[in-house]
């Protein structure tokens, strides 16, 4: 029993959650339900749960929130349900930690199949990759703290970074000139697998150069490297 992942489903929507459990259950996964967040940290702390499929649009505290929760508590790995069709709910929960998202209506063998893909690069030794909690790089007139996990201009004034901005910037300074594909900056940022995701790192690029390029459109410090990726072409200083 101790080797059959155990799955929690976190949806309100009990006509997707319970048909969809039976589904994962005949496909070898142990399924524990929940139909809000409340029952679901009920849950989380009443048993070692190896994955989290968590809905976002749920009433009361929704999965957004959860999953901020989950990251700053656990690594449990995390696919998002989603019913929208924008991409901001997307983006944010990738930003909070999230391993994966399939979008509503999905098929249950599709989200089988990522369940899969997640467990078996953690198996594989994938684990969640954390910036070092010390240490400060300069470049660029820009200073990134990571023991504060803060980045400060010229002036000491520092500009606020999303978890995943600071994650992926640090990717970056700490390996200077060097070209990396979205795949590399996923597996370094988020540790997992990568291949469906390379707009995701896209989009952070953008929010970045936003932050600390003089011209976003016209970026001199995180450059593109078409067909290969993207590189931090300026000097780092380890302070």
């Not at 101790?2 to 459990?21: K, M, N, Q, T, Y």
């Not at 790089?137 to 978890?163: I, N, Q």
């Not at 996923?186 to 469906?196: F, K, N, P, S, V």
């Amino acid at each position: 029993m101790a080797d059959i992942p155990h799955l929690l489903l976190v949806d309100d929507e009990r006509s997707i959650r319970e048909p969809l459990a039976q589904y994962l259950t005949k496909q070898g996964f142990r399924v524990t339900q929940a139909g809000d967040a409340e029952g679901a940290r009920a849950r989380l702390a009443a048993y070692a749960i190896d994955l989290i499929v968590l809905d976002i649009m749920m009433p009361g505290e929704d999965g957004l929130s959860l999953c901020r929760h989950i990251r700053e508590t656990s690594d449990t790995p995390v696919i998002l349900l989603t019913a929208r069709a924008e991409e901001t709910d997307r983006i944010v929960g990738l930003e909070m930690g999230a391993d994966d998202y399939v979008v509503k209506p999905f098929s249950p063998r599709e989200l089988a199949a990522r369940i899969k893909v997640v467990l078996r690069r953690l198996a594989a030794g994938g684990v969640r990759q954390h910036a070092p909690e010390s240490g400060s790089f300069a470049f660029a007139g820009w200073v990134l703290k990571s023991g504060e996990r803060s980045l400060v201009d010229r002036e000491g004034v520092s500009v606020p970074l999303s978890t995943g901005e600071y994650n992926l910037l640090h990717a970056l300074v700490t390996r200077p000139r060097q070209v990396l594909t979205r795949d590399q900056l996923l597996d370094l940022t988020q540790g997992r697998e990568a291949a469906a995701f390379d707009r995701a790192i896209d989009n952070q690029i953008s929010r970045l150069r936003k932050k600390i390029e003089t011209d976003p459109k016209n970026p001199e410090i995180i450059k593109t490297v078409w067909g290969g990726g993207y590189t931090l072409a300026s000097e780092v200083t380890r302070l």
